[in-house]
């Protein structure tokens, strides 16, 4: 007589598929990585949580050309003494930018 029984847990869709592919990818099947992480969770009585989410790659490269660019001084805006010069600035930078969008 087998020693194993059906854990029923109701998760979002999209996250099944997801580990369903995932696990696929690896020749494994979902139930083996359910059962792996609750036996280490029943070993170290802990969870990680994370709520860290991951950049997209297009949001990545653009940080990195920011980044890029304020190292060589290009593309930062100029220092402010007050308030309503910094917004003149700001819409200036705004409309030029709108206008590249249109072209």
Request: no cysteine; hydrophobic share 40%.
């Amino acid at each position: 007589m087998s020693n194993k029984t059906v854990l029923n847990v109701k998760i979002d869709k999209d996250l099944k598929e997801q580990a369903q592919a995932t696990a696929k990818s690896m020749g494994l099947p979902v139930s083996i990585v359910v059962s792996a992480s609750l036996k280490e969770f029943v070993k170290t009585r802990s969870i990680t949580i994370n709520d860290e989410g991951e950049l997209k790659p297009e949001v990545i490269k653009e940080l990195l050309q920011i980044s890029k660019d304020a190292k060589a001084g290009k593309n930062i805006s100029p220092e402010f003494d007050n308030l309503e010069d910094s917004f003149i600035w700001l819409d200036k930078e705004v409309a030029k930018e709108r206008k590249n969008l249109k072209k």
